[in-house]
């Protein structure tokens, strides 16, 4: 059995959930989409496709059709790392982007190929062993029929509508009523359920190469955009493995770049160095660390982590233990610091996990990036699409400048953790760039202070935002926040579901038994299992 303390310190009314199979998403209907597929006789990863397909119709305010995704998994005998997030169309050279003072948040120079769809034929094929129609069934269900609006939903539906309601075909799919649905009204997408349809038919075939790819490339052409068939078809995913940092006994594990899970390794590495072990979970201290040590990781992701064809410092390099011991070596136990970038070489979006009796696993996250992305919707399809060109850069020769298919550095990212060789937890943190520090901040709450998954998701956040400048959530305990202010950190009180900034976590950790697993209530999730 593992060590957890299952108190509940935050006052939370949830309890973990435990069970031999499991579910936990953002969103109640996905979750039991998911679910349903196990009761069926499918297994983990089916499990996942389900709930994420699902999430499409029922959370479009986080993924759609039109989004980018990651996944790790455990197979029953090793892990695996899949990245499907898109490239940038191939009219998309530097030259095009010359007027930019940065790189545009909506509309549709902010479009990249979306990889999402392609991760789940990839995985299907792969490890699945349900069909494809019997996958996407329950998202064609919600889209056709409809399904009640939840209330955190329908808020963050009404604040995309404010920004993107000017955007091409938004308000037509979204705006039905000249209005975001009000919560439990009933929404329904015919136009995404065909589509959806077309994608179960064709195994994806439809979406890349077929009539929704032509519809798709149409239509950025009608608005003088660079996405084209040939761009849409010329997608592929890559079997990309993991990269991994050790804490202890365990091993945390992310996709590597073009992602910033890179970020949570660093930042682990250099607390290796601390003496985390001397203070409580929520003491100023611990925090003050952690801080500090997500400052460094991310003073020298943001300046070396791209596309990794284009980097010019390697993942290992950035990953070497000296070196992020030289890193911790620059932490001041009693005063916040701005950090400069290191010099490694000399010269957050929806996400959700599955685990079933046989043992597979799965850490599965996808997005739009910023809410509903692009604010792009292709229309009669009921695809709408990410914005993922944003994570470019337009500095002159940095490894992340805009260029032709490339890809953008990426915020999601699916977390994952071993022991022994043998799987332990596959989690998640929602929010774009509290993503790496919220998986930070579940490892060590998990693994170094024992506290139960549940728990470990209630817990007040904290978030880096820049220079000295700390958010935390308004439940952090005061004396806390005093502390961290008397080390010069800069404290923003937030409530937690302000603008989502804090994320969502869900994780499902193994145990002796089967699985026990904790689901955020800052948003609408839901662990689920038998």
């Known amino acids: 059995m593992n060590d957890f303390s299952y108190s509940m310190p935050y006052g939370a009314s949830r309890r973990p959930v435990m069970a031999r199979n499991m579910v936990a998403t953002s969103q109640p209907l996905a979750a039991q989409a998911g679910l349903s597929m196990l009761a069926r006789g499918g297994n983990a990863v089916d499990a996942a496709l389900a709930a994420a397909a699902t999430l499409t119709v029922v959370e479009p305010t986080g993924n759609g059709l039109g989004s980018d995704a990651f996944a790790i998994i455990w197979d029953g005998k090793e892990l695996h790392g899949l990245n499907a997030s898109g490239r940038s169309p191939a009219g998309w050279t ?16 902010s479009v990249t190929v979306p990889g999402a769809v392609s991760a789940w034929v990839d995985l299907s094929k792969k490890f699945g062993m349900l069909d494809f129609e019997t996958l996407l069934a329950p998202a064609i269900g919600y889209a056709e029929d409809g399904f009640a609006v939840s209330p955190i939903i329908s808020d963050l539906w009404a604040k995309g509508t404010a920004l993107l309601n000017d955007q091409p075909g938004f308000a037509e799919a979204f705006m039905p009523q000249g209005r975001a649905p009000h919560a439990g009204e009933i929404f329904r997408n015919p136009a995404l359920a065909a589509s959806l349809r077309a994608i179960a038919e064709s195994r994806g075939e439809e979406f890349y190469r077929g009539g929704l790819a032509k519809k798709i490339a149409a239509f950025a052409a009608e608005q003088g955009a660079a996405l084209t068939v040939e ?10 493995g993991t990269v991994s940092m050790d804490f202890g006994d365990v091993q945390l594990h992310e996709i590597p770049p073009n992602g910033q899970g890179i970020v949570a390794l660093m ?14 979970p929520d003491d100023a201290q611990s925090l003050h660390y952690q801080i500090e040590a997500i400052k460094l990781a991310m003073a020298d992701t943001e300046r070396f982590v791209s596309d990794p064809a284009y980097m010019t410092v390697s993942t290992d390099a950035l990953l070497n233990k000296d070196y992020l011991k030289s890193r911790a070596a620059l932490i001041d136990p009693d005063r916040a610091q701005q950090f400069e970038v290191g010099a490694p070489v000399h010269g957050g979006t929806v996400y959700l996990t599955t685990a079933d009796a046989s043992g597979m696993m799965v850490s599965y996250i996808q997005s739009n990036y910023s809410g509903f992305g692009s604010g792009v919707v292709v229309p009669g399809t009921g695809i709408h699409l990410q914005n993922r060109g944003l994570g470019f850069t337009l500095e002159e020769g940095h490894p992340n400048q805009v260029g032709p298919n490339k890809r953008p550095f990426h915020t999601i990212i699916p977390g994952f953790l071993m022991k022994a060789g043998k799987p332990l937890m596959s989690f998640g943190v929602m929010g774009g760039p509290m993503q790496a520090q919220g998986h930070v901040q579940m490892v060590l709450r ?56 804090f994320g969502g976590a869900q994780l499902i950790h193994r145990n002796d038994f089967g699985y026990v697993a904790g689901s955020d209530h800052r948003k609408d999730g839901m662990a689920v299992g038998f």
């Open 94 to 109: 530097p030259e095009r982007f010359a007027g930019y003072c940065k790189m545009p948040a909506r509309g549709w120079e």
């Open 231 to 240: 761009d849409m078809a010329a997608h592929t995913n890559d079997w990309c």
């Open 267 to 280: 930042a682990l590495g250099i607390l290796s160095n601390l003496p985390l072990d001397q203070y409580g």
């Open 446 to 501: 998990t693994q170094l202070y024992g506290q139960n998954p549940q728990a470990a998701s209630d817990a007040p956040r904290w978030r880096f935002v820049s220079d000295l400048n700390v958010a935390v959530e308004s439940t952090m305990a005061a004396d806390t926040i005093d502390a961290l202010e008397a080390r010069g950190h800069i404290i923003s009180r937030e409530e937690p579901d302000s603008s989502f900034g």
